[in-house]
């Protein structure tokens, strides 16, 4: 029984033995030590993550103890386990042990069939402090490429739909609603009306002020709103309805960026019904 368990160890496999009764015990034993009867023989791989039952703190490891730092030896019910295992969790600070702690093995890098071949057991880590900063650079693909080569003109260019006959815009090579192919680009005006918006309190380095509105606005012939900010006109003033021309950046400085909208602002028309 215990060789079988060792030389899986080697190939950092643990396993239990199953009794007849249909408990796992790990490490296996040749007798279930609850009834006496021989056990079934049927090997069963568990683990190797475990859940500590109970544990001792060793404060000052002596020369055969397998961690020269604190540690505990602790009681592991690994999962598939009905039986714990006896072995070595180093934890660092005393405090984190406690009963129900998850931990995982830690295998020595060159298993060679002994009970050592798990160096110990470790807290399972169940979250870390990553300050990552990431920054993305878009590569304009095909459709893409042509709306923003028509914002450097000037120009917002979507697509109509020949089956369907919707208007999209930014231009795209399909259609999401029948999935057909867009041939065409279709130029629609600067010009359109605020479907919805919001009221934004968080300075952004691309708005006018603060408080500042970003609203959904339909251009004029298109069926999709587009998201941008609205200015020239105070926050509470903006509403649904409200008509609104692109303010272009002058021309020398147009690039093939939608940093070349500043923003919209109110044309002065009558508001539109909402539909
Ligand atoms: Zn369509």
Same mark, same amino acid.
């Given at each position: 029984?215990?060789?079988?368990?060792?030389?899986?160890?080697?190939?950092?496999?643990?396993?239990?033995?199953?009794?007849?009764?249909?408990?796992?015990?790990?490490?296996?034993?040749?007798?279930?030590?609850?009834?006496?009867?021989?056990?079934?023989?049927?090997?069963?791989?568990?683990?190797?993550?475990?859940?500590?039952?109970?544990?001792?703190?060793?404060?000052?490891?002596?020369?055969?103890?397998?961690?020269?730092?604190?540690?505990?030896?602790?009681?592991?019910?690994?999962?598939?386990?009905?039986?714990?295992?006896?072995?070595?969790?180093?934890?660092?600070?005393?405090?984190?042990?406690?009963?129900?702690?998850?931990?995982?093995?830690?295998?020595?890098?060159?298993?060679?069939?002994?009970?050592?071949?798990?160096?110990?057991?470790? %807290? !399972?880590? @169940?979250?870390?402090? =990553? +300050?990552? #900063?990431?920054?993305?650079?878009?590569?304009?693909?095909?459709?893409?490429?042509?709306?923003?080569?028509?914002?450097?003109?000037?120009?917002?260019?979507?697509?109509?739909?020949?089956?369907?006959?919707?208007?999209?815009?930014?231009?795209?090579?399909?259609?999401?609603?029948?999935?057909?192919?867009?041939?065409?680009?279709?130029?629609?005006?600067?010009?359109?009306?605020?479907?919805?918006?919001?009221?934004?309190?968080?300075?952004?380095?691309?708005?006018?002020?603060?408080?500042?509105?970003?609203?959904?606005?339909?251009?004029?012939?298109?069926?999709?709103?587009?998201?941008?900010?609205?200015?020239?006109?105070?926050?509470?003033?903006?509403?649904?309805?409200?008509?609104?021309?692109?303010?272009?950046?002058?021309? %020398? !400085?147009? @690039?093939?960026?939608? =940093? +070349?909208? #500043?923003?919209?602002?109110?044309?002065?028309?009558?508001?539109?019904?909402?539909?």
């Amino acid at each position: 029984m215990i060789g079988r368990f060792l030389s899986e160890l080697r190939g950092r496999r643990i396993v239990g033995v199953r009794t007849k009764e249909g408990k796992v015990l790990v490490p296996p034993l040749e007798y279930d030590p609850a009834t006496g009867e021989p056990v079934t023989g049927e090997f069963v791989e568990v683990g190797p993550a475990g859940t500590v039952t109970t544990w001792a703190f060793v404060p000052e490891p002596g020369a055969g103890h397998p961690l020269d730092r604190p540690f505990a030896w602790a009681l592991i019910k690994l999962d598939g386990a009905d039986t714990a295992l006896v072995h070595a969790v180093d934890a660092g600070d005393p405090k984190r042990l406690r009963a129900g702690m998850r931990v995982w093995p830690v295998w020595n890098d060159h298993p060679t069939g002994q009970i050592t071949d798990i160096s110990c057991f470790v %807290p !399972e880590v @169940t979250d870390i402090v =990553a +300050n990552v #900063r990431t920054e993305y650079r878009l590569q304009a693909g095909g459709a893409l490429r042509v709306f923003l080569e028509g914002i450097e003109r000037g120009v917002f260019l979507g697509g109509r739909c020949d089956t369907c006959a919707k208007v999209y815009v930014p231009y795209r090579l399909t259609c999401p609603e029948c999935g057909n192919a867009i041939p065409e680009t279709l130029e629609l005006p600067d010009t359109g009306t605020i479907t919805t918006f919001a009221i934004n309190n968080l300075p952004d380095p691309r708005a006018p002020e603060v408080p500042f509105v970003s609203a959904y606005i339909l251009l004029d012939g298109s069926d999709i709103p587009v998201i941008a900010l609205i200015g020239d006109v105070p926050a509470h003033e903006v509403r649904q309805g409200m008509r609104v021309r692109a303010v272009w950046v002058p021309e %020398p !400085e147009r @690039t093939a960026s939608m =940093a +070349n909208i #500043r923003w919209f602002a109110p044309t002065g028309e009558p508001d539109v019904e909402q539909p």
